[in-house]
């Protein structure tokens, strides 16, 4: 009984998400374009450097406020491939989320080879359609 309850609680759970996000999508402009201001690919950088965000044809604004042509930034980090795009982004370790409206942020990162990429969302965390995606760029962090 018990495993049926927990199969028919994860379809309804499924289901409404699915619902939520179809109901939250958000198109992006024509030439809407994010981008990372630096650091610059190929970059040698400290453990801990900031992260300077740029956006082109759309403007920012916090998480929760639906306007128009907006979204909010989300800092991936390490990632191999992409989140799912029609579903809030979860936060994680490599899925930042900047829900604040900020256009930067300081990170600190273990030495090594680290990808980054931003990646617009709309007022509920969940990407635009089609998404606005920055190129991937590849920072080392000095052994200090």
Same mark, same amino acid.
């Given at each position: 009984?018990?495993?049926?309850? +927990? ?15 179809? @109901?939250?999508?958000?198109?992006? =402009?024509? @030439? ?9 690919? @190929? ?15 759309? !403007?920012?604004? =916090? ?5 128009? $042509? ?11 491939? +992409? ?10 370790? $490599?899925?930042?989320?900047? !829900?604040? @409206? ?30 606005? +995606? ?11």
């Amino acid at each position: 009984m018990n495993r049926i309850f +927990l199969l028919f609680f994860i379809a309804v759970a499924m289901s409404w998400s699915t619902a939520f996000a179809e @109901g939250h999508l958000s198109e992006f =402009p024509p @030439g809407a374009k994010v981008y990372i201001i630096s650091p610059k690919d @190929g970059e040698v950088v400290d453990k801990t450097f900031t992260v300077r965000f740029g956006l082109v044809n759309m !403007g920012v604004a =916090p998480a929760g406020v639906k306007v128009p $042509n907006t979204g909010h930034h989300h800092l991936l980090i390490d990632l191999e491939g +992409l989140p799912d795009m029609e579903k809030p982004l979860v936060f994680s370790e $490599n899925v930042r989320h900047f !829900g604040g @409206g900020q256009t930067e942020t300081e990170i600190t990162l273990a030495p090594g080879k680290h990808t980054l990429r931003l990646l617009l969302g709309n007022y509920v965390h969940i990407p635009h359609k089609p998404p606005v +995606l920055s190129e991937k760029i590849t920072v080392t962090v000095k052994d200090q």
